[in-house]
């Protein structure tokens, strides 16, 4: 079962303790790793073009505040965000793929945040929103039963105000003009490009993609996304890619 499937069911229940998710290995032992293109990551054909300034290596993460999986991974997200390098940098990518439990309302309400510049200072607070004190939840948390009716993009405005001081009509207003809208079509393409169907999912400088499953774990993916950052940072000193050379019969060595 995709984590796509699983997050669409029950989600509440499915929300773990998230303190024994903390603990990765430093970038030593990962440097020691070789992990498997098409086994443990995949290529991404054609290569996209990535958002960051030049000479930097980008990092995506594709997520959903409403997806218990994201939510469990984001404090591995944000370690690795403060270990990268000054050579490249985290952006986020937003799911609508999951109507069904209100992915496209959080897609436009992130999408709203990165335009006004307050993403980053309401993010980790968006999910415990959802996921802790219920202000945003999807789920009731009883009876794991969809709320009727979802969280709105008003409910959304509400949080950002609180949260981040932006006026609630400044907020609307945005969430429902040209730029938003633009931006959410963006993403969606690049969900498509990127082949996207699970959430979390990492995109390195949009030529690899690392899912839960093909990395092991949360855990693993972020080493490997680690490991393909310093690959691509090798990669753009010597101007050519750098070749993995993984062990036969081998995820990894």
Same mark, same amino acid.
């Given at each position: ?10 989600? *509440?229940? #499915?929300? /773990?303790?998230?303190?024994?998710? @903390?603990?990765? !290995?430093? %970038?030593?032992?990962?440097? =020691?790793?070789? $992990? ?43 370690? *690795?965000? #403060?270990? /990268?390098?000054?050579?490249?940098? @985290?952006?986020? !990518?937003? %799911?609508?793929?999951?109507? =069904?439990?209100? $992915? ?150």
């Amino acid at each position: 079962m995709s984590v796509k499937a699983v997050c669409t069911s029950s989600p *509440l229940r #499915r929300y /773990l303790a998230l303190a024994g998710l @903390l603990t990765w !290995l430093l %970038a030593p032992a990962i440097q =020691a790793q070789t $992990w498997k293109e098409g086994e443990n990551y995949f290529l991404i054909t054609p290569a996209q073009h990535t958002s960051v300034g030049p000479g930097k290596v980008e990092v995506t993460e594709a997520f959903s505040y409403a997806c218990p999986f994201c939510a469990q991974f984001n404090p591995l997200v944000q370690q *690795l965000k #403060r270990s /990268l390098p000054p050579s490249a940098e @985290l952006v986020y !990518l937003p %799911a609508s793929f999951n109507s =069904a439990e209100d $992915w496209p309302m959080f897609q436009r309400a992130a999408c709203t945040a990165q335009l006004l510049g307050v993403l980053d200072k309401a993010h980790d607070a968006m999910f415990d929103a959802v996921w802790k004190t219920g202000e945003l939840a999807v789920a009731d948390p009883e009876t794991h039963r969809l709320r009727n009716p979802l969280p709105s993009i008003e409910d959304a405005a509400r949080f950002y105000n609180r949260l981040a001081g932006v006026p609630v009509e400044k907020f609307l207003d945005t969430a429902k003009g040209f730029a938003v809208d633009a931006k959410m079509r963006v993403d969606d393409g690049l969900m498509a490009a990127y082949q996207v169907d699970s959430t979390p999912t990492m995109i390195v400088n949009g030529k690899y993609r690392i899912t839960v499953q093909a990395a092991g774990g949360m855990k693993e993916m972020i080493e490997v996304t680690q490991w393909l950052v310093s690959r691509e940072i090798q990669a753009g000193k010597s101007g050519a890619a750098p070749a993995a050379k993984p062990k036969a019969g081998s995820g990894k060595s």
